[in-house]
């Protein structure tokens, strides 16, 4: 299993919901690139932001990519707290 694989069968486990989603990662930028082909709900997007965000497995940005909609980009900042306000 190489690299690539191993980290797709994590995000799969962590975010269910991007089943069938098309996952590209280039090692060299430290970027993941999905692909949302079928997701209907970009709420369901939008509140996980945060996880994604935080996550501690050496990528330092997501691009995500939903049919009709504009690319989000997460930055990783695995050690940072949420502000409380």
């Not at 082909?37 to 330092?60: Q, W």
Request: some cysteine; overall charge negative.
């Amino acid at each position: 299993m190489n690299c690539t694989q191993m980290l797709s069968e994590y995000l799969l486990h962590q975010f269910p919901w991007w089943r069938g989603s098309q996952l590209r990662y280039e090692p060299a930028s430290k970027t993941v690139y999905v692909y949302c082909k079928y997701m209907r709900y970009l709420e369901i997007l939008l509140h996980e932001v945060e996880t994604i965000s935080r996550l501690d497995i050496g990528v330092e940005r997501f691009i995500v990519t939903v049919p009709h909609e504009m690319d989000m980009v997460v930055k990783c900042q695995p050690n940072s707290q949420p502000e409380i306000l």
